[in-house]
């Protein structure tokens, strides 16, 4: 059985830093890539970034470009989500995701394109 879960979630300052985690079993993330995403209140879950490790191909959103980076380290089934210069706009529950690879940025960005999910984790950006 597949199972994500993210944990690192919380609250922080505006202009802090946060690390997420997502632990996978059932599945190696080695083979393929993983994204995250994100939802606010009322809102549509919204693409964060999405890497490829074979390959390296990575996309991020627009609006954490520069800010947030996707990684895998080693050979842990493990995919983190290093989050700077946070504001209030980041708060949201953070979803990771396993992401077949190869895959084209058009594919990234589209939550139906991931077969699994972790069950999220809340960051909360307020002083």
């Known amino acids: 059985q597949v199972q994500l879960m993210e944990s690192g979630g919380g609250l922080v300052q505006p202009g802090g830093s946060l690390r997420l985690s997502c632990a996978a079993s059932?599945?190696?993330?080695?083979?393929?890539?993983g994204g995250w995403f994100r939802q606010a209140p009322g809102k549509e879950r919204e693409f964060v970034g999405a890497m490829c490790w074979a390959g390296g191909s990575f996309f991020y959103a627009g609006s954490v470009q520069g800010r947030f980076i996707i990684s895998k380290e080693g050979a842990e089934d493990m995919m983190y989500l290093q989050m700077n210069r946070l504001g209030p706009e980041d708060t949201a529950v953070y979803y990771c995701?396993?992401?077949?690879?190869?895959?084209?940025?058009?594919?990234?960005?589209?939550?139906?394109?991931?077969?699994?999910w972790g069950q999220g984790t809340q960051v909360t950006v307020s002083s």
């Open positions: 059932g599945l190696t993330f080695a083979l393929n890539g």
């Open positions: 995701a396993a992401l077949a690879c190869p895959a084209s940025i058009a594919t990234m960005v589209v939550p139906a394109n991931y077969d699994y």
